[in-house]
């Protein structure tokens, strides 16, 4: 063998002669970059990613197609190459047209890989779905039933009829896996020996001490209260997030191995320095918005004036306030819904909700408005509380003055504040008011110790901490959730928690925060106006699933559940109706990581704005979306049967195709290997369906379970499911090479016909059994049939789909255990 | 083969396809049963090797051969002396390679010179001139010729002379122990090869020790700690008679369904129905668990860790990828339980310690450790820690010291084309499905590319029964039949019907003859009469 010497980036290198420049650093482990490269091929349109500088040569030269000559001196970057790089990437980008992520999913949030659980659910996985969903978001069973959904505002699937009911489907797998007992096997990392406290124990505390615990933390939650939940279990009733769907969820949360303190009251029964005493690395705080905003009328100081998180507090302890038979809720907010909606529970026969502004501007979210009207609420707008006073009687105990309000001149930034008409005093007999006018963190500042009482809060009277580090003025102290922002959504808490708990973790560990994830996304358009309809081609008007719900004036009798959930067939049903826009090559796309690996900046190249080809999807296994191709032709290269052929009618000025043609002949044999080539989402296995995104996806090696050829295969498995199948094409015997079975055959692993328990004949049917019952019978009916007519009366078949392993025991134990040689296998079958 | 060089395995890898120079492929459909064995085939047919075929059906290899000889089904021993035959006639074999490593050519120069041209046309229907020119292309002296078979020469009445006779044949033009060379079976199921190895046979302990090597047993005996049984066992196609004849009242079947697998399927049915007792260790609720006493879950192979020996005899690792569902447990579990149960106790804690004792046992596994398998498999015989593995066998030495030459005569199928079942019935695989399809037809795309059985039958054929394309026949045997839809195609032979065995619906088995080899006890799935007959869709 002839060898050559040279330098790459400085390394002296000998090398086999007749290399490319290319082969020779990755056999060096020296990384060039490349979009079009198959080993062993050379392509005919080179993407141009490859270039390099040889010393001596003014051009930059392709590495993939320059070979490696003696003396030659390489550098592989540089700011001219990356340049280089850049623009031919941009020049890509220019046209690729496609969602990396899909709007849904961008839109939330907590950032959930949206796309992928109903993906999930489509595919019947409905374990995954909620392990998915739980990756961002470990409150699925409350956040599917309360959320705002944000998501669903940008569902793609508006264009075309309706949005997908995504919370809905996020409900349908938490309360699936609840019914079917799934143990989520939820992964931590391993044991730091760090402690941490978590003040809190509503939606914030809750996630923060999941995530730290995850990251192999001793949390303990401290909560004043008898039970976990906070404002889960205390500002939404049953008939929103049923209490056994409640402890059911903590409960998921506590598995993990998390000690929990109830009724310590921060501040009375401990505080911040003494736990820094006791050795607890780092505190946060997730105390919520406990307090409420008081009603500041004259009269307000009267028993039958409740304020709404201390009256929903009692209803939630099983204490049954006095409310009479008419009430009043004043305020618009979220709260005054929950409140409007539990006194109708409560009873109370007449409901009227005051607000000073008109229906549409409350703060609360339309939905939950609708939810109240349906129920009997009534609302009295424009109008104002002034004055309360007792009347005296039996019924009708309060007299509730109101002023009519109107909308005044715009302020500066064209807020119209309402203002009292003069003179337009109202007044209603009402036995009762729960005033729901906000909620803040703390009344004055926190008591109990120096610490405490030093916490810096805002003007708004929460909590001040930094919203990128999560931390307070005091050291080692963390806030997120409500007490941080004032009242939000939950998932708001959620997301706000797991920062807050990422960035405890780095604090403990004195390690760098992990990267933020990129926000490089190529879409298909940002906002409506910019989607092209012809991406809804061929999508037929398909209504979503409509939720079993109660009727009202049934429902508002008791606090029971109003909305009962998806049956399994409508989440099914539901999920089909996913539009599928984010990339299923999320994972593997070479453009996307090429393009953040080297800066380009699509939002200044632009991409392709409208889909040229529509979808083709008449391959078997194969779907095949020309709009994201990128004529890097690996496919073509790639595939061993020549059975694939790339073309275009011809080529614009900066090389890119026109009239692309994608090209599977007759002599295709569905294998599959040009998808796993495929350096975009051009190519997509038809079965697998969910983007896998910043999951932790586990390679096992194995050797395909078909014929006798041992090809090696690598089951990419995600959570407890394999999510595809492909091979190394460095590894013999079959060198990157499988067919159709062993690329796509192996949904078998998860079909809901395996068995999964023992079973015995009675009465002449196979009925379910225990391990122990299923041994002590067959071994027993087998020891009577050896007593009675000798070992040889016993025959055993082994298995040649099974392991050496084994078939050894199945040998050893019909010529141990049984005595005889009557073992043979199918072979010969 | 065993016979006839010592060991039975495929004596050379796969990659050593792109060696040869002439490749002759003899009852293998290898695009459908091994599909990526059969693309590195037409690689290197691409590349200049010359292709032979041997087969009935017209498939991809015989439109890419250089010489493709349709002989009639069952008739590959005479086509296999008539080509020894010539080759010695016209002195071109490997007469070094005979003397100095084979015994007893005599015997196969008396035998094959029986099998003139003129014969051998009577029985397989190849001209003279195209046997010749067959003779001629695979004994090419000085050229790397490698064979390659399937189950299409394995599963006859006559499977074991066919093998026999193909070993002859290599061994005569010494194209044996060379890179590109060879005689190579296509094992069926990933683990076939194991399952041998493994000594899961009625007639051998692990490492193909005979019943009879007494040396063997006190090993096995000292190290079991057990009276191990000496007398022959009974061969899985020869127990539903003994189970008739009150032989036989308890089996064990694991990982079979012999339900649909065996050949003449009613007969099996009909021995089940009359067993005392079965235990079925599966992961589906099969035909055959269906009909058992007690069933044991079992984890699939994405679910725990092991070794699978594959068709090059190279030892790969499994691993283990998710959990079984529910309650299954792998299976080396479940045996060590049960063991347990019966009175024997097998103390391993994982499938690696069971390994290690097959390498204690068995000196052709000797050398491996999944260690030494982490990254890449070992081709046995490995006998020592630091051998390399054995890529090709019986190089300057055969295993057994010579090659034996076997002549066997040939003898008509059992069962062949008469008045009332005038067609021949064959069985064979679609690329993407697999045995039964109990793991394939779980793929919804899968099935959709291959979602039926179609009943394959040459124009000829259909023009005479009155059939065009997707017609609906019913394909009877003496023993049973099946209705199913009709693909007119000249991939089958004349007087030929070719019907896939993947499908529970068309359970195929229920037609085929078990009729067995007398060595190998292998069924003769490849060949019984049938009748094929139109039926209102």
């Known amino acids: 063998m002839t060898t050559v010497k040279l330098t790459i980036d400085g390394a002296e290198i000998v ?108 595919k019947g996985q409905y374990e995954e779905a909620l392990r998915l969903v739980m990756e961002r978001n470990p409150l699925p069973f409350s956040v599917g039933r309360v959320c705002p959904r944000f998501c669903e505002t940008r569902c793609r699937r508006i264009l075309v009829d309706e949005p997908v009911s995504i919370n809905h489907l996020k409900r349908f797998v938490a309360d699936w896996c609840m019914s079917h007992e799934i143990q989520l096997d939820i992964p931590k990392e391993a044991h730091t020996g760090k402690r941490i406290a978590v003040i809190g124990g509503g939606p914030a505390g809750l996630t923060a001490a999941y995530y730290l615990t995850r990251k192999g933390h001793d949390v303990t939650i401290y909560e004043a209260a008898s039970k976990l939940g906070g404002a889960l279990r205390y500002g939404f009733l049953e008939f929103r997030i049923p209490r056994d769907v409640l402890d059911y969820e903590i409960d998921t949360i506590l598995r993990l191995g998390i000690s929990v303190k109830l009724n310590q009251r921060w501040g009375r029964d401990f505080t911040i320095q003494g736990l820094k005493d006791q050795g607890f690395s780092a505190v946060f705080l997730g105390t919520g918005v406990g307090v409420d905003i008081p009603l500041d009328v004259e009269g307000a100081f009267n028993p039958h004036v409740h304020k709404a998180g201390s009256y929903l507090r009692q209803v939630a302890n099983g204490r049954n306030p006095d409310m009479g038979r008419r ?503 | 083969m065993a016979i006839s060089f010592g060991s039975g395995a495929m004596t050379n890898s796969i990659g050593d396809i792109r060696e040869s120079e002439v490749i002759m492929v003899i009852g293998s459909n290898a695009d459908t049963s091994h599909p990526t064995i059969g693309l590195r085939i037409h690689q290197a047919v691409k590349n200049g090797a010359k292709l032979l075929v041997v087969d009935p059906r017209r498939t991809a290899f015989a439109d890419e051969a250089d010489i493709w000889l349709r002989s009639n089904p069952g008739s590959d021993v005479a086509l296999l002396n008539g080509m020894a035959r010539v080759i010695i006639e016209e002195e071109l074999w490997d007469k070094d390679f005979v003397e100095k490593r084979t015994e007893n050519f005599e015997e196969l120069e008396i035998v094959t010179a029986k099998y003139t041209p003129e014969m051998v046309e009577k029985i397989t229907g190849i001209s003279e001139e195209q046997l010749r020119a067959a003779a001629r292309l695979y004994a090419s002296p000085g050229k790397r010729c490698a064979i390659f078979y399937g189950m299409g020469l394995a599963h006859h009445a006559s499977g074991t002379d066919n093998v026999k006779s193909v070993a002859n044949l290599a061994m005569l033009c010494g194209k044996m122990g060379v890179a590109g060379g060879g005689v190579n079976p296509l094992r069926g199921q990933n683990n076939v090869q194991g399952a041998c190895d493994m000594g899961a046979l009625f007639n051998t302990l692990p490492g193909y020790s005979g019943l009879e090597n007494d040396d063997v047993f006190d090993r096995y005996e000292k190290m079991w700690q057990v009276t191990l049984p000496r007398r022959k066992g009974k061969a899985a196609t020869e127990v539903w008679d003994a189970i008739l004849e009150d032989e036989i009242h308890g089996l064990y079947v694991f990982g079979e369904d012999p339900v649909l697998a065996d050949p003449n399927a009613h007969h099996a049915v009909k021995a089940l129905e009359k067993l005392n007792f079965m235990i079925v260790q599966d992961i589906f609720l099969t035909e055959t668990a269906k009909m058992a006493d007690v069933v044991f879950p079992a984890a699939c192979y994405a679910e725990k860790d092991g070794t699978f020996t594959c068709t090059e005899r190279r030892v790969q690792r499994v691993r283990k990828a998710v959990n079984p569902p529910g309650e299954a447990k792998p299976d080396w579990q479940i045996f060590k339980e049960f063991s347990q149960r019966m009175g024997y106790a097998m103390n391993y804690s994982k499938p690696e310690d069971v390994f290690d004792e097959v390498t204690q046992l068995m000196p052709q596994y000797g050398g491996i450790t999944y260690a030494r398998i982490e990254k890449e498999g070992l081709q046995w015989p490995c006998p020592t820690a630091d051998h390399p593995g054995t890529p090709i066998l019986h190089v300057g030495k055969f295993t057994q010291g010579r090659g034996l030459f076997i002549p066997e005569e040939y003898t008509a199928p059992t069962e062949m084309p008469d008045g009332e079942y005038p067609m021949i019935l064959t069985t064979i695989r679609e690329t993407p499905q697999y045995n039964f399809g109990s793991m394939t037809r779980q793929t919804p795309e899968i099935e959709n590319l291959c979602p039926e059985a179609f009943a394959e039958i040459n124009p000829e054929d259909a023009l005479r029964i009155g059939l065009v394309d997707l017609d609906r026949v019913e394909v009877t045997s003496r023993r049973g039949s099946v209705r199913l839809r009709v693909k007119v195609t000249d991939k089958s032979q004349p007087g030929t019907v070719a019907i896939p065995y993947h499908f529970a619906e068309v359970p195929v088995n229920n037609l085929t003859l078990n009729s067995l080899d007398r060595l190998s006890r292998s069924p003769q799935y490849k060949i019984c009469s049938v009748k094929v007959e139109k039926v209102a869709a």
Not at chain 1, 89 to 107: I, Q, R, S
Not at chain 1, 422 to 435: L, M, P
Not at chain 1, 717 to 737: L, R, S
């Open chain 1, 327 to 829: 009430a009043a809720v004043i305020g618009g907010n979220n709260v005054a819904m929950e409140v409007a909606r539990t006194l109708i529970r409560q009873g109370v026969d007449e409901v009227t909700v005051i607000y000073p502004r008109a229906r549409i501007e409350m703060p609360a979210h339309q939905r939950n408005i609708r939810e109240a009207v349906k129920e009997g609420a009534q609302f009295l707008l424009m109008a104002s509380p002034v004055k309360i006073s007792e009347t005296g009687g039996e019924y009708s105990r309060l007299q509730l003055e109101l002023v009519r309000m109107k909308l005044g001149e715009p302020d500066s930034r064209g807020n119209r504040e309402p203002i009292p008409i003069e003179g337009t005093s109202n007044t209603i007999q009402v036995d009762s008011i729960v005033s729901s006018l906000g909620q803040i963190a703390v009344n004055d500042v926190f008591t109990g110790g120096e610490l405490e009482e030093s916490i810096q809060l805002s003007p708004r009277q929460t909590i001040q901490a930094n919203p990128r580090s999560s931390q307070t003025n005091v050291d080692g102290v963390f806030a997120a959730g409500d007490a941080v922002s004032g009242p939000k959504s939950v998932i708001q808490a959620v997301v706000s928690a797991r920062r807050a708990a990422n960035n405890i973790d780095a604090y403990v560990m004195g390690a760098d925060k992990e990267p933020a994830e990129s926000r490089f996304n190529f879409s298909r358009g940002k906002a409506f106006d910019d989607v092209d309809l012809k991406n809804f081609d061929g999508v037929n008007v398909k209504l979503r699933e409509k939720m079993p719900t109660r009727p009202p004036e049934i429902c508002s009798q008791d606090f029971g559940e109003v909305k009962l959930g998806f049956t399994e067939k409508m989440a099914r049903r539901e999920a089909e109706r996913c539009l599928s826009c984010g990339c299923s090559a999320f994972d593997r796309c070479d453009l996307k990581r090429l393009s953040i690996d080297n800066n380009v900046n699509i939002n200044k190249t632009g991409m392709g704005t409208i889909p040229v080809y529509p979808t083709d999807a008449s391959h078997a296994m194969i779907v095949v979306d020309r709009n994201k191709c990128v004529f890097c032709k690996r496919c073509e290269l790639s595939c061993e049967y020549d059975a694939l052929e790339v073309a275009a009618e011809s080529l614009d000025d900066k090389g890119r195709p026109l009239g692309l043609t994608i090209t599977f002949k007759d002599n295709c044999v569905s294998c599959g290997k040009c998808v796993d080539n495929c350096s975009t989402g051009a190519l997509n296995k038809k079965a697998q369906i969910v983007p896998m995104q910043s999951e932790v996806i586990t390679d096992v090696r194995s050797t395909c379970p078909y014929c006798g050829a041992g090809c090696q295969i690598i089951l990419r498995v995600k959570g407890k499911t394999v999510m595809e199948v492909t091979a190394d094409p460095h590894q013999a015997p079959n060198y990157g090479a499988l067919c159709v079975k062993g690329r796509f055959g192996h949904e078998f692993i998860h079909s809901k016909e395996r068995l999964t328990k023992p079973l015995i004949r009675k009465n002449n049917v196979l009925v379910e059994a225990s391990w122990d019952e299923a041994y002590d019978y067959a071994a027993r009916r087998l020891k009577d049939i050896k007593a009675m007519y000798g070992p040889d009366s016993i025959a055993g078949f082994s298995c040649a789909r099974a392991t050496n392993e084994e078939n050894f025991l199945m040998q050893k134990f019909m010529r141990t255990s049984i005595g005889t040689n009557n073992i043979d296998h199918c072979a010969r079958l």
């Open chain 1, 15 to 122: 090398a086999e002669s007749g290399l490319t420049i290319l082969e020779v650093a990755r056999r060096s482990d020296i990384t060039i970059p490349t979009l079009c490269h198959v080993e062993g091929k050379a392509s005919s349109d080179p993407c141009g990613v490859c270039v390099v500088e040889v010393a001596g040569q003014e051009e930059l030269v392709y590495s993939c197609r320059t070979p490696a000559e003696q003396g030659m001196v390489i550098t592989t970057t540089s700011d001219r190459i990356v340049a280089h790089r850049q623009k031919r990437l941009g020049v890509l980008a220019e046209t690729h047209f496609g969602d990396c992520k899909a709007p849904c999913n961008l839109t939330c949030p907590g950032q959930i890989n949206v796309q992928g659980y109903i993906a999930h659910v489509a």
